[in-house]
């Protein structure tokens, strides 16, 4: 799933900011298709956590009103180049999604 | 916080411990994630329910929490929105989209120097007002911000 998650960590003065995209449906189960008519079983990424060197600096809590393929920007006081920022994800069916960048 | 960061860090114990706990997490991901998925807030269909259920009642109004969000979005399916707080001690942060079938968005909790600060991008059913919700100090404070949508993103 490498590809599924795109990650970048730059330095920002003494903050470090992160950007993170991640490949994903984000179906949110309320929708219908357009031929059949029949609702469009719910996919979408649910929990995120990110890590600054292993230790979680993010939990997060997604619902299906995130827009498809996610962006997620956040910021971490403390951090230097050379750390790493790693991005967990599930989502709703149980699948999996991990990320990690080196702080440039 | 700062305060608390570091007696954490002393504990030369606890930080074995969560050595431990990121090893099991790795190796069982679903394990790292700290609370279930809160399923009572993300179904409700009344904004002031989701925002109850979400853990934010009572929030009182802050100009402290900063929202940047168009004034019109063109395209409801993907609207960028990040906030920030100014609000001292800020531990979580949570986005609701008021006139959607099922207002809340997402939440974020924020530890070890993450900053008060979320940019995203979401999905909104027509014009609606965007909230945010932050708690700080154990009180709750949001701040709200009016997106006007041209084209609806969720379809159906």
């Given amino acids: 799933m490498a590809e599924a998650m795109k990650m970048r960590a730059t330095m920002e003065g003494n903050i470090v900011d992160v950007k993170v995209l991640i490949q994903h449906v984000m179906e949110t189960g309320l929708r219908k298709d357009a031929k059949t008519e029949k609702l469009i079983p719910a996919h979408f990424i649910n929990q995120v956590v990110a890590t600054l060197n292993g230790k979680t600096v993010l939990d997060a809590q997604w619902g299906g009103g995130i827009a498809k393929n996610p962006f997620l920007g956040f910021k971490i006081k403390g951090g230097k180049p050379g750390d790493k920022v790693g991005v967990n994800a599930a989502d709703n069916l149980g699948n999996k999604y991990d990320g990690e960048v080196v702080v440039a | ?139 709750n404070y949001t701040n709200s911000r009016e997106v006007k949508v041209t084209i609806g993103g969720c379809g159906g």
């Fill in chain 2, 1 to 139: 916080m700062n305060q608390l960061r570091r007696s954490f860090l002393k504990n030369a114990g606890a930080v074995g411990t969560v050595a431990v706990a990121i090893v099991a997490g790795l190796l069982k991901p679903v394990a790292a994630f700290a609370a279930a998925w809160n399923s009572l807030a993300f179904a409700a269909k009344d904004p002031s329910e989701a925002i109850k259920n979400a853990g934010y009642d009572g929030a009182a109004q802050s100009n402290d929490i900063v929202i940047k969000a168009p004034d019109i979005a063109e395209n409801g399916a993907v609207v960028p929105v990040s906030a920030t707080s100014n609000i001292p001690g800020t531990t979580s942060m949570a986005f609701f989209v008021e006139k959607n079938p099922t207002p809340m968005i997402a939440s974020f909790e924020f530890s070890n120097g993450a900053e008060p600060f979320i940019s995203t991008r979401v999905k909104m059913a027509k014009t609606s007002v965007v909230r945010v919700t932050v708690k700080a100090g154990g009180k």
